[in-house]
C-alpha cells in the first residue's frame, strides 16, 4: 500500500493513499481517535489564531480538535454544526455540504440558540483538513447567517490547493494524488 507520511509539530503519521475517484487519491488522514495528534496540533493552531469569542466545527470529525483548542484559549464552550436536525433544536439554521470525502450531499445544522449564542462574535472555523473548502464555505453560510463575525479559518491539514490559500491558518501541507491510469 503507498503512503504518505506529514509532520505535525514532533508528531509524523503513516497515512494511506485512498481512492476517491477515478481520478484522484488522498492522503486519508483520520483526525478522529488520534488523541496524541489532537494534543500536539490544538497549541500549535492556538498560537496562530487572532482574538476569537468562539470556535465552531461541523460534525463529527473536528470535535476533539475544537474541545481541545477550546482548552488552549480558555474558552468554556465551543459550537457544533450537527449533520441532521436533532429532536432538541427549535428553528435551526440549514444549509447543504459536499466536501471532497463525502460520496453524496450532506446537511450541516445550527440550533437556534447555538446561533443566538454566536450572534456578533469573532468566531473561529476549525475543521481537520481544509481541501476544497467546500465545508467551510457551508459552516460560515450558517455562521453568516447567525449574525457572527468570521475572524479566522483554521485546520491542522490543508490539502492539495488550499495550501496555496492565504485565508487558512493550517499546521503542514498534504498533497493530493493522481491515480494512475
Not at 488523541?35 to 469569542?53: F, Q
Not at 492565504?166 to 491510469?181: R, T
Amino acid at each position: 500500500m503507498k503512503t504518505y507520511t506529514p509532520e505535525v509539530g514532533s508528531l509524523t503519521r503513516e497515512l494511506p493513499i485512498i481512492p476517491i475517484s477515478d481520478t484522484l487519491s488522498i492522503a486519508s488522514f483520520v483526525l478522529l481517535g488520534d488523541t496524541e495528534m489532537v494534543c500536539e496540533a490544538a497549541p500549535l493552531v492556538a498560537e496562530k489564531l487572532p482574538a476569537v469569542d468562539v470556535l465552531i466545527t461541523a460534525e463529527a470529525k473536528g470535535i476533539p480538535f475544537v474541545h481541545e483548542l477550546s482548552k488552549h484559549l480558555n474558552m468554556s464552550r465551543y459550537i457544533v454544526a450537527r449533520k441532521s436536525v436533532k429532536a432538541y433544536m427549535e428553528d435551526p439554521l440549514m444549509t447543504t455540504v459536499h466536501s471532497i470525502t463525502t460520496q453524496k450531499e450532506q446537511f450541516l445544522c445550527l440550533d437556534r440558540l447555538d446561533a443566538e449564542f454566536i450572534k456578533g462574535k469573532r468566531v473561529a472555523l476549525i475543521d481537520d483538513v481544509i481541501s476544497s473548502g467546500e465545508s467551510l464555505r457551508a459552516l460560515a453560510k450558517l455562521v453568516n447567517s447567525a449574525g457572527a463575525n468570521i475572524v479566522a479559518q483554521a485546520a491542522v491539514l490543508a490539502e492539495g490547493d488550499a495550501a496555496n490559500r492565504d485565508d487558512i491558518i493550517f499546521l503542514e501541507k498534504l498533497p493530493l494524488f493522481p491515480n494512475e491510469q
